[in-house]
């Protein structure tokens, strides 16, 4: 099974800044690693598929990068609306697994 | 519009069973995988078991292996979760999720979720 590893845990941060969030996985996935958003009460919502390739409707603010073993999420001038639960997800190999999650608080 | 609707979850005894359905609208469902994840009280996000479109492939976690059975009816466009011999740590919100094409194994949309409580 592979293990996906996020980092932090949580994050406190102001409004307009840059936020990132880093997941690794415990063997190479190549680029089958997916961000997902999950705001309080909701459901999770797809972000970023293939490590780099935004998902329909998503706002230019999030990206990712990154293969192998070593991913990032980035939030470019973050918003109030953003404060979330963020989780990356591997479709590699089965099972399909998720990183623990990062918490994003707003200050 | 893609709508996934679960229902079926409530309060089960510890050994009960419980049965959970998934209603699927606004896409082809013969032809998608169709998943099952589960999220325990304040915690993350853990795959429970998928289906192929003709149920010819299925698969289980670890942790509920031998005790649910995924199933589906096409004909229908229903996806269900049978859930046998319960524990307290089955305890979780239950969705049910699509992925994003016939083709790519990634998990794109999700229902509300259905809350299964496991307790005595």
């Known amino acids: 099974e592979i293990v996906l590893t996020q980092s932090p845990d949580f994050q406190s941060v102001t409004p307009k800044e840059k936020v990132t969030i880093t997941c690794r996985a415990s063997?190479?996935?190549?680029?089958?690693l997916h961000w997902y958003q999950q705001k309080p009460d909701q459901s999770p919502k797809l972000l970023i598929k293939?490590?780099?390739q935004s998902f329909s409707g998503v706002p230019s603010r999030f990206s990712g990068s990154g293969s192998g073993t070593d991913f990032t999420l980035t939030i470019n001038s973050l918003e109030a609306e953003d404060a979330a639960t963020y989780y990356c997800?591997?479709?590699?190999?089965?099972?399909?697994?998720f990183g623990q999650g990062t918490k994003v608080e707003i200050k | 519009e893609v709508q996934l609707v679960e229902s079926g979850g409530g309060l089960v005894k510890p050994g009960g069973s419980l049965r959970l359905s998934c209603a699927a609208s606004?896409?082809?469902?013969?032809?998608?995988?169709m998943n099952w994840i589960r999220q325990a009280p304040g915690k993350g996000l853990e795959w429970v078991s998928s289906?192929?479109?003709?149920?010819?492939?299925?698969d289980y976690a670890d942790s509920v292996k031998g005790r649910f059975t995924i199933s589906r009816d096409n004909a229908k466009n229903s996806l269900y979760l049978q859930m046998d011999s319960l524990r307290a740590e089955d305890t979780a919100v239950y969705y049910c999720?699509?992925?994003?094409?016939?083709?790519?194994?990634?998990?794109?949309?999700w229902g509300q979720g259905t809350l299964v409580t496991v307790s005595s």
């Open positions: 999720a699509r992925d994003i094409t016939p083709l790519l194994l990634i998990i794109a949309y």
């Open positions: 606004g896409f082809t469902f013969s032809t998608y995988t």
């Open positions: 289906i192929s479109s003709s149920s010819n492939y299925i």
């Open positions: 063997q190479s996935i190549g680029s089958s």
């Open positions: 293939f490590a780099s």
């Open positions: 997800h591997q479709s590699s190999s089965l099972p399909r697994t």
